[in-house]
């Protein structure tokens, strides 16, 4: 299996929506939602913009980085930030991520 | 099922988190806004015969369902008016011919579909082809762990063995998987082992739901009543596994309304956030509301709008937000936490629609409903009466729905 559930989130984990998640905009009432089994989140900007850069190519790493640049912010602070919401999403099972083929 | 999307369930988003919960943001309880999810219950013909059956007692027959054409129609418009996700369910679903076309039907306008199914009609062709056809999330109900129990609560010999089989190829084709597992008297002693199935089968979700005593569960009650020691055990079973699965198998519990003491925020409130489209087309408030005598539910193939019927029917308004309530709930502090509870089991239990849930300690039927309860969980009193269109069979010695 290429896909995981249940993952640890860290600075090298390559995440990415499970296809049982989705990231949508919401026309009717103009915000971003996350629709997923029997629930609807609402994510804030920040949050649909780290999911935005959920491709499973991009590491969690890589977006503190491009994060930090963007908002001229202390890295370490939005790695932190990025990794909570993240692990947040993968406790629910709302969140997937690419990992080598051992086998 | 259970409520659907209500707050208790959609509030585990921690602020911190970067993500509130829609609902908490935008309450519908001013506006009336269109609701994020709807159940569509295609069909009320099912192979199974659960005597907790959340269908009327009055089934639609197979001739007066939507058609395809009328389906795909509804599907559109709820689509266009903002509805995000749709429930297929029943009956069984998977009994309609016309299932795929539909789940492609939604897919195509932009819905997040759901099947709420007991699976056994299913062959692994078929649920592939829903995959395929874009279908997002498969529920499967479970009626224990073990055909023993399992196949006589369903009333449908190899039930259970067809039901696991459904549910590993729903993980096969790498569907999340959510168990419903309905509790009562009779089945309560398998919770643990249920809870391990659940995990065995690889779902992300079990909901165990204790049976809600309308329609034919309120016919069933002396047979399915669980002691007040069984709910105390199950609480704690939940309890403890939550803890323990975290992050492996979230479990959503609904309590049982007997011995609670404050009522359930009933369908997130009357009309407030949640509709249900019955198989003939019926625009209804929840699944049992027509069980309640003396309300006139629009249809989808009136000339009114889906829109205009969730807005200005007569039946959602009835007992919508507050202003309808009487005492004790008028002066509440709790009228806008529980909307009054469930305006079906008002009705089923005290006749009006419109007095407060029994449920609730303040209702004046409370002692009496919990009374009731626990003498009938200390009869033993097992026989099932099965769920048919014949208006229900008697279960025998020898014969378990057959």
């Known amino acids: ?103 | 099922m259970s409520d659907i999307l209500a707050g208790s369930k959609t509030t585990g988003a921690a602020p911190s988190d970067g993500l509130a919960v829609l609902e908490s943001q935008r309450s519908t309880a001013e506006t009336f806004g269109i609701p994020l999810a709807v159940l569509a219950e295609l069909t009320h013909r099912c192979p199974l015969q659960c005597p907790y059956c959340s269908n009327p007692i009055e089934l639609d027959r197979g001739g007066s369902e939507l058609t395809t054409e009328e389906w795909k129609k509804v599907l559109s418009e709820l689509a266009e008016i903002g509805v995000l996700q749709i429930h297929f369910s029943g009956g069984e679903p998977t009994a309609r011919k016309d299932l795929v076309e539909l789940v492609q039907h939604a897919t195509d306008v932009g819905l997040y579909s759901n099947l709420i199914t007991s699976a056994v009609l299913l062959t692994k062709e078929r649920l592939s082809a829903l995959a395929d056809a874009g279908l997002c999330h498969v529920q499967i109900s479970f009626q224990g762990n073990e055909p023993m129990v399992a196949d006589r609560v369903a009333g449908l010999k190899n039930a259970h063995e067809k039901k696991i089989e459904a549910a590993k190829w729903t993980r096969e084709l790498d569907l999340p998987l959510t168990v419903n597992a309905v509790m009562h008297r009779q089945n309560l002693h398998q919770l643990s082992d249920i809870i391990q199935m659940a995990v065995d089968l690889d779902a992300d979700r079990l909901e165990v739901a204790n049976v809600q005593y309308y329609g034919w569960a309120l016919k069933n009650r002396a047979a399915l009543m669980p002691t007040i020691e069984q709910i105390e055990e199950t609480s704690r079973i939940v309890e403890e596994a939550a803890v323990r699965l975290k992050g492996i198998l979230a479990i959503d519990y609904v309590v049982p309304d007997y011995y609670a003491l404050r009522p359930k925020k009933c369908m997130g409130g009357w009309g407030r956030q949640f509709f249900n489209i019955s198989p003939a087309g019926k625009v209804l408030p929840c699944h049992a509301a027509e069980s309640i005598t003396g309300l006139e539910f629009e249809s989808v193939r009136s000339n009114h709008s889906i829109a205009w019927i969730w807005q200005n029917s007569e039946a959602f308004n009835r007992y919508r937000g507050t202003g309808w309530m009487p005492e004790p709930c008028k002066s509440c502090e709790f009228r806008e936490i529980d909307f009054g509870g469930c305006r079906c089991q008002a009705f089923a239990l005290t006749g009006d629609a419109g007095n407060t849930d029994p449920a609730c300690t303040l209702s004046p039927m409370h002692e009496k409903i919990f009374k009731d309860a626990e003498r009938e969980a200390a009869a033993h009193q097992d026989r099932f009466l099965y769920r048919n269109f014949a208006g229900g069979t008697l279960e025998t010695e020898g014969e378990h729905g057959a």
């Open chain 1, 1 to 103: 299996m290429a896909a995981s559930r249940n993952i640890s989130v860290s600075e090298a984990s390559r995440p990415k929506l499970p296809r049982h998640t989705r990231l949508k905009f919401d026309e009717t009432r103009q915000v971003w939602v996350i629709l997923a089994p029997e629930r609807v989140l609402a994510p804030d900007e920040i949050a649909v913009e780290v999911l935005q850069l959920c491709d499973g190519v991009r590491s969690v790493g890589d977006m503190a980085d491009q994060l930090a640049a963007k908002y001229a912010a202390p890295r370490e602070a939005i790695l932190a930030d990025v990794i909570a919401m993240l692990q947040d999403l993968a406790d629910k099972g709302f969140l997937t991520e690419v990992r080598e083929k051992t086998s």
